[in-house]
């Protein structure tokens, strides 16, 4: 299979391309490897395969590109929940303008097979259960309880605490940063161009993706690379909120082989499918900082209160659509994997301490 992989030299799409060429895949590199994201050079790793310095949104460059092209892997993206509000255009022009280029430019070219690097944050905060009232969205975590040490938000209807539990793909979507609206509307992009062409579509929603060659010292890193880059310095990992809030952490080879398995599935039912990809076990941020520090023989996590505008309490996913429509299981155990991420090598800090993107 000819692949096209968008954002390849960049932290996911780098994986992915390793393991497509170990499959026998002929894969190509597309990627600005614009300075805030790359550093001053491209990545070693990127010197495996070919690459096409370029922007995802040039679409004479995707016109070449995508000749003879069998399926595109788009991972190119502008990511991380942002800063303030002025970082805006640069999620929306690169994310959705981006994937909207693209998708014009498949059509074209005659291209009617996607894998979409989706991301959990479409969901918001998790799927939560009230023992008088059901499923219900949470009530919103108000400055004043947070500030109080109150964090788990409690039910719309009675104010009752909630229990969370595993989120299904047809959970509501309530995205709650920019960033996650672009990623919604990424979606929903490739969802209308796969009714129009009879294209095929797999939405992968990402959840919190960790290993080797993560970004690092830069604000819009993940927190297991905030976590190591603090241990590295001889400083404790410090935990936002009490450190008990659930994520599901999967390693990123994982990652790896669940867009390898999707560029092969069959065309989903109604041309556009979203599955959870994910460990299947829940572990706590606070969990996350003290494995890692054990791994790192560093001092133990400080955990400080307060939380971010756009975090949300608990989001761990249901494994289970993944399983059964791309036979996907995570093999990388969470301890494994974090003693590996102690020493993993990391993407070069950015240039300039500015959004990061993931490739165009």
């Given at each position: 299979?000819?692949?096209?992989?968008?954002?390849?030299?960049?932290?996911?799409?780098?994986?992915?391309?390793?393991?497509?060429?170990?499959?026998?895949?002929?894969?190509?590199?597309?990627?600005?490897?614009?300075?805030?994201?790359?550093?001053?050079?491209?990545?070693?790793?990127?010197?495996?395969?070919?690459?096409?310095?370029?922007?995802?949104?040039?679409?004479?460059?995707?016109?070449?590109?995508?000749?003879?092209?069998?399926?595109?892997?788009?991972?190119?993206?502008?990511?991380?929940?942002?800063?303030?509000?002025?970082?805006?255009?640069?999620?929306?022009?690169?994310?959705?303008?981006?994937?909207?280029?693209?998708?014009?430019?498949?059509?074209?070219?005659?291209?009617?097979?996607?894998?979409?690097?989706?991301?959990?944050?479409?969901?918001?905060?998790?799927?939560?259960?009230?023992?008088?009232?059901?499923?219900?969205?949470?009530?919103?975590?108000?400055?004043?309880?947070?500030?109080?040490?109150?964090?788990?938000?409690?039910?719309?209807?009675?104010?009752?605490?909630?229990?969370?539990?595993?989120?299904?793909e047809e959970a509501p979507l309530r995205?709650?940063?920019?960033?996650?609206?672009?990623?919604?509307?990424?979606?929903?992009?490739?969802?209308?161009?796969?009714?129009?062409?009879?294209?095929?579509?797999?939405?992968?929603?990402?959840?919190?993706?960790?290993?080797?060659?993560?970004?690092?010292?830069?604000?819009?890193?993940?927190?297991?690379?905030?976590?190591?880059?603090?241990?590295?310095?001889?400083?404790?990992?410090?935990?936002?909120?009490?450190?008990?809030?659930?994520?599901?952490?999967?390693?990123?080879?994982?990652?790896?082989?669940?867009?390898?398995?999707?560029?092969?599935?069959?065309?989903?039912?109604?041309?556009?499918?979203?599955?959870?990809?994910?460990?299947?076990?829940?572990?706590?941020?606070?969990?996350?900082?003290?494995?890692?520090?054990?791994?790192?023989?560093?001092?133990?996590?400080?955990?400080?209160?307060?939380?971010?505008?756009?975090?949300?309490?608990?989001?761990?996913?249901?494994?289970?659509?993944?399983?059964?429509?791309?036979?996907?299981?995570?093999e990388v155990p969470f301890r494994a994997?974090?003693?590996?991420?102690?020493?993993?090598?990391?993407?070069?800090?950015?240039?300039?301490?500015?959004?990061?993107?993931?490739?165009?």
């Amino acid at each position: 299979m000819r692949i096209l992989i968008t954002g390849g030299a960049g932290f996911v799409g780098s994986h992915v391309a390793d393991a497509a060429a170990a499959d026998g895949d002929d894969v190509t590199l597309l990627d600005a490897l614009l300075p805030e994201a790359h550093g001053d050079a491209p990545p070693d790793w990127s010197a495996r395969h070919p690459l096409v310095v370029g922007d995802v949104r040039d679409p004479d460059r995707l016109a070449g590109l995508l000749r003879g092209v069998d399926a595109v892997c788009h991972q190119a993206a502008m990511v991380g929940h942002g800063l303030d509000p002025a970082d805006a255009p640069g999620y929306a022009g690169h994310n959705d303008l981006g994937t909207a280029v693209l998708l014009a430019a498949m059509h074209a070219a005659g291209v009617r097979r996607l894998v979409l690097a989706s991301s959990m944050v479409v969901y918001g905060e998790g799927r939560y259960r009230c023992a008088a009232h059901g499923l219900v969205p949470p009530a919103p975590r108000r400055p004043e309880d947070l500030a109080a040490g109150r964090y788990d938000p409690g039910c719309p209807r009675c104010a009752a605490p909630l229990r969370s539990e595993l989120v299904p793909e047809e959970a509501p979507l309530r995205p709650r940063s920019t960033y996650a609206a672009t990623k919604l509307a990424q979606e929903h992009l490739a969802a209308a161009w796969a009714r129009q062409t009879g294209g095929s579509v797999w939405a992968l929603r990402y959840h919190n993706v960790y290993g080797p060659r993560m970004p690092r010292d830069t604000p819009y890193a993940g927190v297991a690379s905030i976590f190591r880059s603090a241990l590295a310095a001889g400083r404790p990992p410090r935990v936002l909120e009490d450190g008990r809030q659930r994520r599901d952490f999967v390693h990123v080879r994982d990652v790896a082989r669940a867009n390898l398995l999707a560029l092969r599935a069959d065309r989903p039912a109604d041309g556009f499918e979203a599955v959870n990809v994910c460990s299947g076990e829940q572990h706590t941020v606070g969990e996350l900082a003290t494995e890692l520090a054990a791994a790192m023989a560093g001092p133990p996590p400080e955990v400080v209160g307060g939380a971010r505008a756009a975090d949300v309490r608990h989001v761990v996913a249901d494994p289970r659509r993944a399983a059964l429509r791309l036979g996907f299981v995570a093999e990388v155990p969470f301890r494994a994997g974090v003693a590996a991420f102690a020493t993993d090598p990391l993407r070069p800090p950015a240039r300039v301490r500015t959004p990061s993107a993931a490739g165009g």
